[in-house]
């Protein structure tokens, strides 16, 4: 029994939990892309504003700009969703209501990449 | 028949984590729920930077509308929060990924780590708003 807490085998005291190295492992590498991307976006937001709807069309059009705004919102969602997760999972212990709130983290991470990619297809589409 | 009562008792259940009542409070752990509240409160901006881009996806007419409400005074403020909740998340970010190194673990060290990467996340974010103003892309 893995969760016995005291006739654990060394074997067990050894392995994570469930998977927290994989878990703790994406946490620190979509961190470290985040750094630059979010400088990025910050260098995109200032180029952007104050020009107006064709300014900020012919900025998402350039091809960089849609890869470089694709990959810093998937992988803010990404790490969003992991980083909510880990507050419900320290605060909520009732297995129903944080199944739920789970799911709700992932529907609005889902959301925003499903928002993104829409629109930036259609900002392609359009250039 | 004494065997029955040296046998070990079972343990008592474990305790979760963090015991917020029990906590004396110090700077590393109020940093540590700020990193927290910065991060959720940073959700906000990544939702409405989608919806920028959504606004902008879909013409013209969307794109104004939005663009009316995110550059009026109050849509400021409130991309002043945002932008500050990122920047100190941002610098947070930094401070954990280099007590994972397990640089600067020592407590006073730490704290004063803490101090810079909060200072320095403020300074960003000011600075941001600065060149913004300065170069008359936003006005209020």
Known sequence: ??????????????????????????????????????????????????TGYDGALAFVSKPFNILAIAATMLITAWHMYMGVKVIIDDYIGKPGTRGFLLFLTFALSAAVVAATGGALWLVYQGA | MSEKTLAPRPLP????????QIWRFHFT???????????SAAIGGV????????????????????????????????????SLAGFVHLTGGLRHLIWD????????????????????????????????????????
């Open chain 2, 13 to 20: 259940p474990r305790p979760m984590s963090p015991h917020l």
């Open chain 2, 29 to 39: 752990m109020f940093s540590s729920i700020m990193h927290r509240i910065t991060g």
């Open chain 1, 1 to 50: 029994m893995s969760h016995d807490p005291i006739n654990r085998s060394a074997q067990s005291w050894k392995k994570s939990e469930k998977h927290g190295a994989g878990e703790w492992l994406a946490e620190r590498f979509t961190s470290i892309a985040l750094i630059p991307l979010v400088l990025w976006a910050a260098y995109a937001a200032f180029t952007i504003a104050g």
């Open chain 2, 101 to 140: 190194t397990g640089a600067s673990f020592e407590l006073k060290k730490a704290n004063a780590l803490t101090a810079w990467t909060f200072a320095l996340g403020i300074v960003l974010t000011l600075a941001f708003w600065a060149v913004l103003f300065a170069t008359g892309k936003v006005t209020l």
């Open chain 2, 47 to 82: 939702v409405l930077i989608a919806a920028w881009l959504v606004c902008l996806a879909l013409g013209r007419d969307t794109y104004t509308l939005f663009t009316q409400y995110a550059a009026s005074p109050l849509g400021l403020l409130v991309w002043f929060g945002l």
